[in-house]
């Protein structure tokens, strides 16, 4: 009895021992081939594990003669306001294997998952001239205006604003940034922006200026002039009613001027007759300046 | 709407450059006409009857300030020239819009009553209308002298009761422009006229801002021209004004208001030229 009984446990060592020995066999085989072969076996769950390759600051690629940086910063994803979310809830593509070879567009992607948590201002976007009439390669995406590992992000905000306004408040930095943001694709919009009371006063950081979107909207955005059915008309009386009280429509007669004070101003008879004098005397301060410098340089 | 304003930045621009020139041709004319030699050199300066009194002149004084900031933070409010400044500069205007109606209110309440009251000083009176055309044509220099009725001039009378009557305006146009005030809604106060006329409330707004907009720059105007005149034509009252110097006085009687000058028109007085 007591000798079956050891040869028993003989065996079974010597399985176990085997069993051991293919497994370090296997393992030692796949890391000497290449540390990223095999299938993903990183926590993903969290982010952590994607950090163990991203959190370094050399990770970049030459992609089409560009140096791309696929480096992440924890610093600003911890301020951002999706800092307890996975990294794979967003970047659903991820193809559990490395290196990530698979074409991603990963901006498409990003901006598809988003609605996966905010339906309503996805509905919104994808109905909006943004959403559904911007050419495909212009079309701007969810993180093309709310950024996106920084996103609602306190310290990215700030420090953006506070570099662009001098303003310590997240709030007005978001506020203040539509000159920047709507300014990449309509620059002609912005720079035209310059009326008494809103844009003047806005691009000179009064918090209380209307934003692009306070007029235009956000995800379901307005084309002023838009005849698309999809957009609705933009109903002015509304819009400026958020701010003014008892807007009828012959407070709107000032519309004209929101985007358009400088050309109505340069249209001015007495604007274009004085216009030479003040050209002269713009032209006598370069000269007198220019003689001034030389002078004393 | 946008044309109305765009034309009066552009018209009191003009006008206000106009100004500036017109009154340098005239500061050139007080130079050539020895104006300037026989007042500043050989001190030829008005003289005074009465003393300028202290609260009369403390008021002036503060009421010199709002105007200055009041003009300024208003200015601001429609171009914004620097960056950053908009909540400071309204706030700064709501300050000194309630600062400068007290002010007026106590200014008003000087000349009317009280021991010192000098409302008299301000009001136009038929000797001041026969002797307008003469005070007209000195200050264009077809006259030497500046006949001389009353302790102030009828164009400075009109000025000042001008001034008080706008400020009352401003102060009208202004509160309008204000929908609540401590979350009191005061727009019932001063666009009550909307509804009559036919227009929305925030239209009505829009026209008061015009009418506040236009009687900013008439403040304006009027007074650079008022310190220019007061600075050339009666420096040492100007000095005492604003508490640095002393006003050139006679007590001695003489002044065209005296009962024995009733009617008669004097001129040669101070700082006036001889024939
Ligand atoms: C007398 C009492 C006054 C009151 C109650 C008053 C009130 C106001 C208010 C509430 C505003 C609008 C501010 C805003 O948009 O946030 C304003 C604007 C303005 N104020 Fe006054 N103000 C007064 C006197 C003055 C004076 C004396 C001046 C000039 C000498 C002046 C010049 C301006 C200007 C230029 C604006 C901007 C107008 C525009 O937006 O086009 N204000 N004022
Ligand atoms: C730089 C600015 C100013 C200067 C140098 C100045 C100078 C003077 C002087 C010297 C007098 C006294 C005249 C006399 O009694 O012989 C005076 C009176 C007066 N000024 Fe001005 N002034 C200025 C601005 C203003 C402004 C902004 C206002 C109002 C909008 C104003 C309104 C008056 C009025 C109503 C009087 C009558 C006297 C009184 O108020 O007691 N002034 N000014």
């Known amino acids: 009895m007591r000798h079956g009984e050891s040869s028993a446990r003989r065996g079974a060592l010597v399985v176990l021992v085997v069993f051991w020995l293919s497994l370090l066999g296997t393992a030692s085989s796949v890391w000497a081939q290449s540390p990223y072969q095999a299938t993903f076996t990183l926590g993903i769950g969290g982010r952590s594990g994607c950090l163990v390759c991203h959190s370094d600051q050399n990770m970049a690629r030459l992609t089409a003669g560009r140096n791309i940086s696929y480096y992440i910063n924890e610093e600003v994803l911890n301020s951002s306001v999706h800092k307890d979310i996975s990294c794979l809830a967003c970047h659903t593509d991820f193809t559990y294997g490395t290196p990530h070879?698979?074409?991603?567009?990963?901006?498409?992607?990003?901006?598809?998952?988003?609605?996966?948590?905010?339906?309503?201002?996805?509905?919104?976007?994808?109905?909006?001239?943004?959403?559904?009439?911007?050419?495909?390669?212009?079309?701007?995406?969810c993180g093309g205006c709310h950024g996106s590992h920084a996103i609602g992000s306190q310290l990215?905000?700030?420090?953006?604003?506070?570099?662009?306004?001098?303003?310590?408040?997240?709030?007005?930095?978001?506020?203040?940034?539509?000159?920047?943001?709507?300014?990449?694709?309509?620059?002609?919009?912005?720079?035209?922006?310059?009326?008494?009371?809103?844009?003047?006063?806005?691009?000179?950081?009064?918090?209380?200026?209307?934003a692009c979107w306070d007029c235009h909207g956000s995800h379901k955005i307005y084309g002023v002039r838009s005849k698309n059915p999809s957009v609705a008309e933009m109903d002015l009386v509304e819009a400026c009613g958020q701010c003014h009280a008892g807007v009828t429509k012959d407070f709107l007669s000032y519309t004209p001027m929101i985007h358009g004070s400088e050309r109505i101003r340069s249209e001015n008879l007495l604007w274009r007759s004085v216009r030479p004098?003040?050209?002269?005397?713009?032209?006598t301060k370069e000269l007198l300046m220019s003689v001034a410098r030389s002078l004393f340089p | 709407m946008p044309e109305i304003n765009v034309w009066l930045d552009m018209i009191f621009t003009t006008v206000f450059v106009l100004v500036v020139i017109v009154f340098s041709v005239h500061l050139l004319f007080n130079f050539l006409t020895g104006r300037m030699y026989r007042r500043f050199v050989k001190g030829e300066w008005p003289t005074?009857?009465?003393?300028?009194?202290?609260?009369?002149?403390?008021?002036?004084?503060?009421?010199?300030?709002?105007?200055?900031?009041?003009?300024?933070?208003?200015?601001?409010?429609?171009?914004?020239?620097?960056?950053?400044?908009?909540?400071?500069?309204?706030?700064?205007?709501?300050?000194?819009?309630?600062?400068?109606i007290v002010n007026l209110f106590a200014r008003l309440a000087y000349a009317f009553v009280g021991r010192h009251k000098d409302?008299?000083?301000?009001?136009?009176?038929?000797r001041d209308v026969k002797v307008a055309p003469g005070v007209v044509l000195y200050y264009i220099f077809?006259?030497?002298?500046?006949?001389?009725v009353d302790h102030y001039n009828i164009m400075q009378k009109l000025v000042y009761i001008v001034f008080a009557l706008l400020l009352f305006v401003q102060a009208f146009t202004g509160f309008s422009l204000l929908t609540t005030v401590f979350g009191i809604n005061i727009q019932p106060l001063f666009l009550w006229w909307t509804g009559p006329i036919g227009?929305?409330?925030?239209?009505?707004?829009?026209?008061?801002?015009?009418?506040?907009?236009i009687i900013n720059w008439v403040f304006i105007i009027v007074t650079v021209i008022h310190a220019y005149l007061s600075v050339t034509e009666d420096y040492p009252a100007f000095?005492?004004?604003?508490?640095?110097?002393?006003?050139?006085?006679?007590?001695?009687?003489?002044?065209?208001?005296?009962?024995?000058?009733?009617?008669?028109?004097?001129?040669?007085?101070?700082?006036?030229?001889?024939?």
């Open chain 2, 48 to 100: 005074h009857d009465a003393p300028l009194r202290m609260l009369p002149k403390f008021l002036h004084f503060q009421h010199v300030v709002c105007m200055f900031g009041l003009a300024f933070s208003g200015m601001y409010i429609r171009f914004p020239f620097f960056a950053g400044g908009r909540t400071a500069m309204r706030y700064l205007h709501y300050f000194l819009m309630i600062v400068v």
């Open chain 2, 239 to 275: 000095t005492e004004f604003f508490g640095f110097g002393s006003a050139n006085y006679d007590f001695s009687g003489g002044h065209g208001h005296e009962p024995a000058a009733h009617g008669a028109v004097i001129t040669g007085h101070g700082s006036e030229e001889t024939a």
């Open chain 1, 156 to 210: 990215a905000t700030q420090t953006a604003a506070s570099l662009l306004y001098g303003q310590s408040s997240a709030a007005t930095a978001f506020h203040l940034s539509g000159q920047k943001m709507c300014g990449r694709c309509h620059q002609a919009a912005t720079d035209s922006y310059s009326d008494y009371y809103h844009g003047a006063a806005y691009k000179n950081g009064a918090p209380d200026a209307p």
């Open chain 1, 101 to 141: 070879r698979a074409k991603s567009n990963w901006k498409k992607v990003a901006s598809e998952a988003c609605k996966n948590c905010h339906k309503n201002a996805y509905q919104r976007y994808i109905s909006s001239a943004h959403g559904s009439r911007a050419p495909e390669a212009k079309r701007p995406t």
């Open chain 1, 277 to 283: 004098v003040t050209d002269w005397l713009a032209g």
């Open chain 2, 199 to 213: 227009i929305g409330v925030a239209a009505g707004a829009a026209y008061s801002r015009i009418i506040h907009y």
């Open chain 2, 119 to 126: 409302r008299k000083q301000f009001t136009p009176t038929m």
């Open chain 2, 142 to 148: 077809m006259r030497p002298t500046k006949p001389h």
